[in-house]
Structure formats: structure tokens, C-alpha cells
């Protein structure tokens, strides 16, 4: 193994780590961008950006004040290296960015107020859930990009769609769970009301729900909450 290989595989571990230690999304993100940071040649700036429901895109992981900045132009502008990225571009790779035509809009604001010099994004994919953000890359100091920076990024990307992609489907098992405890227990006050036995006040909830155009889970909720106010 060679000594970039070795650190590469050094930040890799530790990532993984802190990562594993980490108690929210972001704070996961944010190890896994330090760490792209570090081992990523050439770039000084360095962030993630996720898509959210209803399409709305966040940065969830920053190294820096400035990798917001240029997050914010691109996706106020609906242009640049980032955006092509979360739509269909798997790489982008921005050389000597001022000269680039690709995002004349963008680019014009990127390099006046910020001095912008190359760029690198990378689209954070998994097969069974799709596109769910990009790793992003920014220089300020380098025209050109090292030959070695896109083939390292892409373990940073690969490991942060994964990573990812473990937190949403966390996130969408506790919620789940929260709503099959939410709906049981509102199972129970029906049961207990109208002296229904489980199927019968599941059924009640069931056509209540039809009726009022409310999702059943929302409906439980509301007749939990108001069992609470007493």
C-alpha cells in the first residue's frame, strides 16, 4: 500500500468512527466532510448537500462559512457544478472555473465575492433510493485540479450516500414505529369508548379516516392528544 493510499484508508477508518459516534445526521455529515477535507488534494472548502422532501435542497454538512455561501448562489440560481449533480451528472469537474461557460450566472458572483478558482461535485446515489444529495468541493487557491482528487472523492461520496442512506432508513423505521404506537394506542381508547373489541375499532379509525380525508396515523394522533388534554 502506498503512503496516500494508506492515509487515504486512515481517514476512511476514522471517519467511520466518528461517524459511528455521532448522535445526529449532521454531526455524522460533518465527520465525513472533515475528513474529505483532509484527504481530498487540492480543495480547501468542503460540503454536503442533501436533498429533502418536496425537493428542497439543504447544505447538511459545511467545513466552513464559505462552502454555504456558494452552496446558497447555486441553489438560489438553479445552476452550477452542485445542481447539475442532484439532477442528473454523476461528476462534475470545474477547472479554472472563471473560464468555464457552463454556469455564466453563478460563476460571474462565485469568482467576484468569493474568488472562486475550481470546483469538484459528486453525486451521493444509492440504487434503491436514488440521488439523496452531493458531496461538494471548492478551491479558492488552485486553478487547476489534482489528478488524483476525483478518484479520492469518490470514496468520500460513496461512503456518505451509504451513510446516509442508513440514517434515512433509521429515521423512516422510528417513525413507523412511532406511528404503529400512536395507532394502537388510539385503538385502544376506541375499544375502550365504544366497547368495540381490536378489529371492530381499528375498523371505526379505518372508515373515520375515509371519511375526513385524514390519514389514519394523523387521526390517531389527534384522538391520543385529546385523551391527554383530559
Known sequence: MNERAGDLAAALAEAARSAEAATSVPEM????AAA??????GFEHVGISTIEKGG???????????VHDLDDLQYSMGQGPCVDTL????????????????????????????????????R?????????????????????????AESVAEVFAA???????HARQVDQLTRALESSRVIGIAIGLVMARHGLDRAEAFGFLAHASSRSNVRLRDLAGQIVSEAEAG
Open 29 to 32: 455529515l460533518a465527520h465525513i
Open 159 to 165: 461512503y456518505a450516500a451509504v451513510a446516509l442512506g
Open 124 to 148: 451521493l446515489f444509492l440504487d434503491d433510493q436514488g440521488t439523496l444529495g452531493s458531496l461538494n468541493l471548492y478551491s479558492c487557491e488552485h486553478d487547476e485540479i489534482d489528478p488524483e
Open 87 to 122: 439532477r442528473t451528472a454523476d461528476v462534475v469537474v470545474a477547472e479554472n472555473i472563471r473560464h468555464d461557460g457552463r454556469w455564466p450566472t453563478y460563476v460571474e458572483r462565485a469568482v467576484a465575492e468569493h474568488g472562486l478558482r475550481s470546483q469538484l461535485a459528486l
Open 36 to 41: 474529505a477535507l483532509a484527504s481530498v488534494p
Open 56 to 66: 428542497r435542497i439543504d447544505t447538511r454538512a459545511a467545513t466552513d462559512q464559505v
